[in-house]
């Protein structure tokens, strides 16, 4: 398994053929088959396998891949791949400063009226 889950190696057609190996063993792990796993699924496949693997070590693992924060894990959180969600944010964050400003927000939804934009971000704005 660390051999399929190991990055940069071979062609973009190994990679490829790594990653449905991949997503072969996590849709066999999704028991209830939501298309996340819960660390119940982690735990219980690893452990089945042959892999001796704490709760501890399963929340740690959580911890670290879960990047939504929901308590499961998306095959991409599992490849550690940035989700659609962050790839759209970078998109609209242009300067790379890790905000997206009302201007930036406009360029990237030019069909939104500024009405639209204002109540937006008076919804979704955390830091102001």
Not at 19 to 38: H, P, S
Not at 76 to 98: A, H, P, Q, Y
Not at 102 to 120: D, G, R, S
């Amino acid at each position: 398994m660390a051999k399929l889950l190991s990055k940069n190696s071979g062609g973009p057609s190994e990679n490829a053929r790594r990653r449905r190996e991949v997503r072969k063993y996590f849709d066999r792990a999704d028991k209830d088959k939501d298309g996340k796993l819960t660390k119940v699924e982690w735990y219980t496949v690893l452990n089945s396998s042959g892999v001796p693997t704490s709760r501890e070590e399963v929340e740690d693992f959580f911890d670290f891949m879960d990047r939504d924060f929901d308590g499961r894990l998306t095959f991409e959180e599992f490849m550690g791949e940035e989700s659609t969600i962050e790839k759209l944010f970078k998109n609209m964050d242009r300067n790379g400063d890790g905000f997206v400003t009302k201007q930036e927000f406009l360029t990237i939804c030019n069909n939104l009226t500024a009405e639209q934009v204002e109540a937006a971000f008076s919804q979704f704005d955390c830091s102001g």
